[in-house]
């Protein structure tokens, strides 16, 4: 895990800061704004798009979207971490998904639901005169931002949100309040001690009374209590120093007591981080968790490459993905990359059926991209059908003229 986790963090940090040999920056997201008429001001978003989103070979592809809070300081971990866990890197934890990074106008009165002139440890401060904004906030994400990012964007009707601190109790609110806005929530170390607690006794009457059939919500606690403390003694102290994670532990106690409610919760405790290092990893175990039914059974992935074992490939493929989009709530196809790269895999290991049977089924869902073509060349010509293999080449050379297909094409071609 720890080899796992400093890779990906490697991989965030290329991304951002990376440029190729010509000296050329690779780009991670672009800028967007909207002009909201409910804040009365313009917003700036930062947008990530999967490789490929609009073009020709993806017409008609969807992906989910994910609204991260606080975007300035997690959009390049967010996005990096799904190219990093998704398709786009060879892997089946979750789908590739465009992201948008909400910044900050006034982060006080956008991400707390009540005012309050309260800390956390109910001292009085001047520092959050303008809070209680939270409404108008979400009023902005349900009516202005979603429909302008859905309109604009090849966006599926799948999202998610993710918040941390102040954006973890905005999260809540909008999970008790605006529950359906979206399908699935990251709440990382939330504020919950706001106002007096307010919205952790609100939640504890909701969660016990209404359904959130379909939702799914992963919470990381970070720890915030005094040197040598421990969770067992923080839920029972009244102190002020241990009054945020106490409240986030019976958050936790609420979402744990409710399970008639059909909620899909998990929440892990993170011992080892404070309240500003438990993003990074709350966020990657959040994607495993909220994403746990994308990735192929592993007694279903290792029959797929078992000579011996009797199956229909393809039928396994759609049966997998028919049961992520019952999950997700829309039809989701399998992705082009990796049905390639398994059907390349067959090829090498000698089970050309299944490679076959992969290969056509990338055409069925793929039909204007040239790849899928130029795959099924690669499998007629290792077994020798020269007519076969110069179609399928000559099919995808039309839709898109490549070098390395061109090639192939010519050795075949040669061949008497």
Known sequence: MKQAFFSLFCLITIIVNAQDITGNAIVLGHTDSIQSKILNEKRTVWVHLPVGAGSVNNAGLRYPVVYVLDGSEHFAAVSGMIQYLSEANGNMICPDMIVVGINNTDRTRDLTPTNSHFDYENKPTNSFKTSGGGEKFTAFLEKELMPY??????????????????GGLTAVNILINHTD??????????????????????????????SFAGKYVFMGIANTMPAGDDTAHAHRDTSSKTNHIRSILKLADEFKHNPNNSLTFSYKYYNEDNHNSS????????????????????????????????????????????????????????????????????????????A???????TKYYPASAGVYA???????????????VEFYNRAMKLKEDPETKGKLDKVMAQK
């Open 149 to 166: 990012i859905e309109s604009k964007y090849p966006a599926a009707p799948f999202r998610m949100l993710i918040g941390h601190s102040f």
């Open 356 to 362: 076959l049977a992969v290969f056509t089924l990338n």
């Open 181 to 210: 806005l979206f399908n699935a929530y990251t709440i990382i170390d939330p504020s919950m001690w706001w106002d007096d607690h307010k919205l952790l006794k609100q939640a504890g009457t909701v969660l016990s009374k209404k």
């Open 279 to 354: 993003p990074l990893i709350a966020e990657y175990d959040a994607f495993r968790f909220l994403f746990s039914y994308y990735k192929l059974p592993q007694e279903t992935d290792a029959a797929l490459y078992d000579a011996a074992a009797k199956l229909d490939v393809a039928a396994v493929i759609e049966g997998h993905y028919a049961d992520v989009s019952k999950h997700m709530g829309y039809k989701l196809l399998p992705p082009q990359t990796i049905l390639d790269a398994m059907g390349h895999d067959y090829l090498e290991v000698n089970l050309y059926d299944r």
């Open 375 to 389: 795959a099924l060349g690669d499998y007629y010509t290792i077994k020798k059908d020269k007519v076969k293999a």
